[in-house]
Structure formats: structure tokens, C-alpha cells
């Protein structure tokens, strides 16, 4: 088991096999055949060819979109075709910073294939001799995705009308108690990305990364019901977790791997290097 | 002008216009049509039909293949079909860590199209205000690369045979006069990668990016001839030629926006974020 197996996982998978999701003339997403086919029983809402699923131009404006989709999605989680219902919605659109074309009921995001925004804090300390440890959440059981498995210290979606920075203070009180004064603290440090098939649909998920270095005295506590419980490890333990087990949900195993490349605690001779840094960094 | 000016011009080409390059049954690189003619010109080391040029399998190791194409890269340099000769060679093969299958002379690598490594070190100061300043060179006017352009305090190419960090090493010995123990204290941070048409060739580069912090009383001095002068900048004055003017190497603006990037420099909702991440880890 190694660093690459974590990352090795995240294959971009063939999207020839799915139709275009196309809105306002433009491809913002991709659609199995087998969702599309419960897309063809509304007819008004959405124009299905082989090769395209197209939202109907007479919606014109992103709260007629918006309502058209929600009115579809609600449909298939009465009927059972969706799952996990979150009630927050995701922007899509052609790219993060472009005006959102329409939003779309999270739980419904994978089966449309649009881009989804995440925001994951790498919440750390530095001892007095310059290792650095790292705190890391267990995921609680109840939780539809990835229950029980290890998480950064806070991480969240990143829903509509919500800049980056705030939703991180946002999340940082809710799940770890982080007061917002210090949450601010958080530096930017890059961004992991991946195309990938997953059981709830096709992920294409961008991560803002954060850095959040924490006093020694802090202690968080979440606040929302999400994480079990908390748990501060030196950076070596959080490896040999990482490269020896699947403990880590999918995604938080490649934040844990960036940090430790960006950081220096893999060295710039590891056999996999480039493939690593390749694979945090898959558009798709 | 913006940092995206910067990142927007590693646009990955078409590929599908060239002829791969073949060796031991691995596809190692890309070959323009025009110096596929050229090569044509020594049938006894490749066998060349429309869509491949295919080293000879009569060179079936690393020292008879390397002699065999040193052979044929020297006439073409006596020819003028190549300039810039280095006298220095590079590794070709399916990936870093993979055992080489040959090595290629450096100013022929482009036009084999094989992917190069190379080192990149960010020379930083920490102010005692916490702000960052840029040891920043300008690159001598003799040389056959981009002379006269800013670049980082220390960049070389990877020469096979010799380790990433050993390589630092030397180079920071003869560029910038950086004592061993201070440059092996350089962290690495990842790495920063293209495919890019150049007017030498297809550069496939992969540099391996270290961040090496300097004390605030280090004066670098260029031994070998390759750089002009040093200054040390504040990030803020890095940023504003990076974003206003074409004055940094090609790359090196790529390994200066990376920088800021990693250290939270740049906002997490600039508006061009994601491309800005997305453009610096382009494969092909």
C-alpha cells in the first residue's frame, strides 16, 4: 500500500459513455444514459437527443432554470431515484468565477455530472521542535456519505451565494467550534481537483485548500452532529494511515497527501512524486 | 494584463499532429512532422511510417540506444538543423521513476518531444513583519534561452544520473553561491508541469518546485556565467511584474505564481483561482 494507491483511484473515467448536459448553449455537465432516461419523462423541462440532454430554452433566466430542475429532482427523490436529499443547492455554471447558469439541489449534483466546489482545512500545529501534527475528524455514523471515516478538521460544500472565505468561518464554527477570529487566519494554499466515478454519480470536484495553523491549547469541538469525535496526530501517524489503510474518505486522503508534498514531508525523490502531484490534479 | 495572462499561454497542443516516438514498444514522446523528415535521413537507427518514428530494436539497452541517437542528433547539429547544443543529456522514459531507456542530448529533447524535468528554487525571506521578499535573477544576455528575462534565484535541467535534491544542490552552488548546508535545508512543494509548443520544439516539462528560506543577511552571488544580477524583491513588486509585464521566463512566472498560490498570497476567491491552479499541472 502507498501514497499512490490513495491517489491512483481517481482514473478520469470515459465520458464519451455519457451525454452532454447542456444549458444556455453551453456543456456544463454529463449525464448517464440510464439518469437521462428518467430525465426523458419530463419532456417540458428537458430536450433529450442521443448524444445531449438539453435544459429547455424557454428558461431563460437562472431562477426559472433553477425551478424547473428543483421541480424534476424533487420528482426522483419521491420516486426513489434520488437519495440523500441535502435541501442546499450548488451553482453551475462554466466555471467558478462566471455567473451561475442555475443552481441545483446538491444530492442531485453527481447524476448531472456538473462541477461541484468544496472547501477542506488542513487544521495543524506546530510543536516546539518544528514537527508538525495534524487534527483529524472521525466522520459520524448517521452521516449518508463516508460515515466513519477520517475527514480534515473541517471541510464543506460550497453552496450558492456563499464566498469561499466565509463559508470556511462558516464551517469552521459548526464542525470543529473554531472561533471566527481565528478561522480567518486560514491561508489559501492551491486546490485539489478529480473526475471521478463514484457509487452516487460522476464527481468533478474542485477543493479550495486552507491551511489552518492552530494554537497548541486549542481543542475543537463540533457543534453540528457530523464528526465523532477529534483527534490530534503527529504528521507520521496520519502517513502511515493514510499510505497502510482506507480509513480516510476518498477525497481527504489526497487534501492529507497535497499537504504533506506541499509541506515537504514527501520527498522531492519519492518514486511516485510526479504521479502524485499529477493525480491531485485531474480536470476533468 | 493578470496572472491568468501568465498561465493562459500553456495551452496543451494538438497532439494528433504528431508522430510518436517509440521505443521498446513504449510511446516515450512526440515528433513533428518536419523533423520526422529529418530523421528520416538515418534509416538504419529509425524506422519512420505516417503516424510513428520507431528507434530500431537492433538498440535494445540504455548504452546502445543513447549512441545510436547521439549519432544521429550530432550530424543534425552540424547539419543546423538543432542549435543551442548543451553537451549535457537527459533521461527518456516512461516516468521519472521508470529505469531510463536512453539519454538524449538536452537541445534535442523538444524536438523528440520526451517530457524534461528540471528544479525550480523559490529563494525567500521572511521580513520580520511576517511579509515575504523574492531573491529574483536576471538571466545573462549571452544565453540561448530567454536572455535577459527574470528568473528564479536557482533553476537547472535534471541530468540523468544525478538525484533531484543533489542536483539542487550543485546548481545552487554555481548559480547563486548557496553553501550546501543552507541549500540542502530547501523544502519541497510540489511541482509544477506543461505541454507547450515552444520554438524549440515541444517542451513537456515537469519541475520539481523546493522553497528555500534564506536568512535576511544572504547575499547570492552567480558563479558560472548564466545570471546577471539578483534582487531581492518584495512579493508585492514579484506580483506586479508577473501580472503587468512579460518580463519573467515563460516558466519561471508559472513557478512565481505558483509560489503565491501555496503561500496564500493569492486570495482563495480571486476570480481566476481554479484556471490559475488547473494551468499549473497540465499533463500531456
Given at each position: ?17 455519457y451525454?452532454a ?9 454529463h449525464?448517464a444514459?440510464?439518469?437521462?432516461r428518467?430525465l426523458?419523462?419530463f ?7 442521443a ?15 433553477s425551478?424547473?430542475v ?15 436529499w ?14 451561475p447558469?442555475?443552481a ?11 462541477r ?5 482545512v ?32 473541517v ?29 480567518a487566519?486560514?491561508?489559501p494554499?492551491g ?31 463540533n ?10 496526530m503527529?504528521l507520521?501517524?496520519?502517513a502511515a494511515?493514510?499510505q497502510?489503510?482506507?480509513d ?7 487534501v492529507?497527501?497535497?499537504f504533506m508534498?506541499r ?8 518514486p ?13
Open positions: 500500500m502507498s501514497y499512490l494507491d490513495r491517489v491512483a483511484r481517481f482514473v478520469p473515467p470515459d465520458l464519451g459513455a451525454l448536459f447542456r444549458v444556455d448553449g453551453r456543456d456544463v455537465g449525464i444514459p440510464a439518469f437521462a428518467h426523458a419523462e419532456p417540458r423541462v428537458f430536450d433529450i437527443d448524444r445531449t440532454v438539453t435544459l429547455a430554452e424557454r428558461f431563460s433566466d437562472f431562477g426559472s432554470r425551478e424547473a428543483d421541480g424534476v429532482v424533487r420528482a426522483l427523490a419521491r420516486n426513489g431515484v434520488l437519495s440523500d441535502r435541501e442546499e443547492r450548488y451553482r453551475v455554471g462554466v466555471s467558478f468565477g462566471a455567473p447558469l442555475l441545483i439541489e446538491r444530492a442531485a449534483v453527481p447524476r448531472f455530472g456538473v461541484a466546489y468544496g472547501v477542506h488542513n487544521g495543524f500545529v506546530r510543536g516546539s521542535d518544528g514537527r508538525l501534527g495534524m487534527w483529524i475528524g472521525t466522520r459520524a455514523k448517521e452521516r449518508g456519505i463516508a460515515p466513519g471515516k477520517l475527514d480534515q478538521i471541510a464543506g460544500g460550497q453552496p450558492v451565494g456563499l464566498g469561499v472565505l466565509d463559508n470556511l468561518i462558516k464551517e469552521c464554527g459548526e464542525e470543529a467550534s473554531i472561533p471566527s477570529a481565528l478561522a487566519r486560514a491561508k494554499a486546490a485539489v481537483f478529480y473526475t471521478v466515478e463514484r457509487p452516487e454519480g460522476l464527481r468533478r470536484d474542485f477543493l479550495f485548500i486552507y491551511d489552518l495553523e492552530l494554537p497548541a491549547d486549542f481543542i475543537p469541538r457543534a453540528d452532529g457530523e464528526i465523532e469525535r477529534f483527534e490530534l503527529p507520521e501517524k496520519v494511515i493514510v497502510e489503510s482506507d480516510f474518505k476518498f477525497n481527504c486522503a489526497l492529507v497527501i497535497d508534498i509541506h515537504g514531508f514527501i520527498p522531492g525523490d519519492h511516485d512524486y510526479a504521479e502524485l502531484v499529477a493525480g491531485m490534479h485531474c480536470y476533468g
